[in-house]
């Protein structure tokens, strides 16, 4: 596939290419340009164009647009189901869920296109003010610049750029480097739905390359990150050169805390499916560690290792199959080695441990060192370290122990207890009796110390991919007396 520029299907100025493989079988499905630098300049060249025709949209016809994409996808909804499972490596069943919440937020924010509203305000509540009328009005910012990550990367991607139209900006995609298929032939629905000429680029190639430089370069008015930590640093200190808006969602170490009077056949499917039975293991706000407590310990482990045996390891592109390949291979020795380092300092595999090429079995341990790198850190993949507790307060003290705060679960039946507890904890959100693997399009998602700043949703990242705009008109009017 080639990558969109200016409204033209392009290769790199260098003619180079990036072969895309599926992460189960090393079956190379297609090829992409490697963006040059050049490429990227002739990117936010074209945008600078593109930002002008889609600011002079009427709210109905970005509306129109964004819902004719949405009914593209809809209807080739299984080809893109397939392609990204392909080239992404979840099952099959996980990538149908994905673009289905991906022509949601289509539709979302096509109807939020329309409810683009300021305010007006009488000044007499100032002395001296009482003849003059205000009005605020929200207007685009530009260009944004879209970071999209492998792991949810359509979903993630919906959000950024269906937002981005949606408020009457151009956008600039920069898609992951190893599932850039699906994102590229959503791009064609755009340009099929009518989007005027430039107002939507994609370029494709090493992040480091492209990543940096969007970050770096003039014209980009706003930068959307959703990836690890490392990166949004690296990305927040480029833009601040040129003062660009940063939005970054980053990675997480995210605590589920089980009580003693949770229900604990519930408590184990959510957390399964909340780390290990959902994108791989591979979701910033997965469960990473499992805080139980002292006393529930022994049960509760019990139940979730049976649980975590029947789980089945395989070819994402059956519909049997819970668990597929990570996305790399250096992504599955990553999250080896952090498994062989906590059996190092002394922590036991209950099950699973294993890697074999892509594919790690999913991996319950207890006995993990508070040191070890998968509770200090994120392990992005299916494992699932036990910790235990004996008061509540030392189980928020642990899960507060972290330079993450993305998100959190909590499981308990007192419902005073459950919202004592979140309102404890350093994170951005709190799910209680399921796991923080939560996201909801209409509600705030983001998290805060190293975890990133900023909120994404319907309302939310239409918002902040908006200026507000006073506009001040004096001797409006003449009903006050002032005498």
């Not at 080739?76 to 991906?102: V, W």
């Not at 184990?268 to 469960?287: E, M």
């Not at 509760?300 to 990570?326: A, H």
Request: proline letters at 4%.
């Amino acid at each position: 596939m080639k990558m969109l520029i200016n409204s033209r299907w392009v290769e790199s100025l260098n003619g180079k290419t990036t072969q895309i493989t599926n992460p189960a079988t090393e079956e190379v499905i297609d090829t992409v340009p490697q963006a040059t630098p050049e490429d990227i300049h002739q990117a936010v060249q074209a945008a600078q164009e593109g930002k002008e025709r889609i600011r002079k949209l009427p709210a109905y016809r970005r509306c129109e647009i964004l819902m004719k994409t949405a009914l593209l996808m809809e209807h080739d909804r299984e080809e893109l189901s397939r392609l990204l499972a392909k080239e992404n490596g979840k099952p099959i069943r996980q990538t149908r869920e994905e673009i289905s919440a991906a022509i949601r937020i289509f539709h979302g924010f096509a109807e939020e296109a329309k409810r683009i509203f300021g305010r007006s305000a009488f000044l007499d509540m100032v002395p001296g003010m009482e003849r003059h009328f205000a009005v605020t009005v929200r207007e685009p910012l530009g260009v944004v610049a879209a970071i999209v990550p492998f792991n949810y990367p359509v979903e993630l991607y919906a959000h950024k750029g269906a937002a981005a139209l949606a408020a009457g900006n151009a956008v600039i995609v920069k898609p992951p480097s190893d599932c850039p298929l699906t994102l590229l032939k959503i791009a064609e629905y755009l340009e099929q739905a009518g989007l005027p000429q430039a107002g939507h680029q994609v370029v494709t190639g090493p992040g480091e390359t492209i990543g940096e430089l969007l970050a770096r370069i003039s014209g980009i008015q706003f930068i959307s990150v959703t990836g690890s930590t490392p990166v949004g640093i690296r990305i927040s200190r480029l833009a601040s050169d040129t003062l660009k808006k940063v939005h970054l969602e980053l990675g997480g170490n995210d605590a589920a805390i089980v009580c003693t009077d949770a229900d604990l056949e519930k408590a184990a499917d959510a957390i399964i499916l909340g780390r290990l039975a959902r994108g791989n293991g591979q979701i910033c706000c997965a469960v990473k560690r499992v805080l139980v407590d002292s006393k529930i310990q022994k049960e509760f482990t019990g139940i979730l290792v049976e649980k975590v045996k029947r789980l089945k390891v395989g070819d994402q592109m059956l519909e049997d199959t819970d668990v597929g390949p990570l996305i790399n291979e250096k992504a599955a020795i990553q999250v080896e080695e952090d498994i062989q380092e906590a059996l190092k300092q002394g922590s036991k595999v209950l099950v699973g441990g294993k890697r074999q090429g892509n594919f790690i079995y999913p991996t319950v341990l207890i006995n993990v060192s508070l040191n070890a790198r998968m509770i200090q850190q994120e392990t992005f993949g299916p494992v699932l370290p036990i910790l235990t507790f004996d008061s509540i307060d030392e189980a928020v003290q642990l899960a507060n122990e972290s330079i993450y705060g993305l998100q959190a679960a909590v499981f308990t039946n007192d419902l005073s207890s459950a919202f004592d507890i979140a309102r404890k904890l350093e994170v951005g959100g709190v799910i209680v009796n399921w796991s923080s693997a939560v996201r909801l399009e209409n509600l705030p998602f983001g998290g805060i110390k190293m975890s990133g700043h900023g909120r994404e949703s319907i309302h939310d990242t239409l918002n902040e991919m908006m200026e507000q705009k006073t506009i001040l008109i004096y001797n409006a009017i003449n009903i006050f007396n002032t005498s």
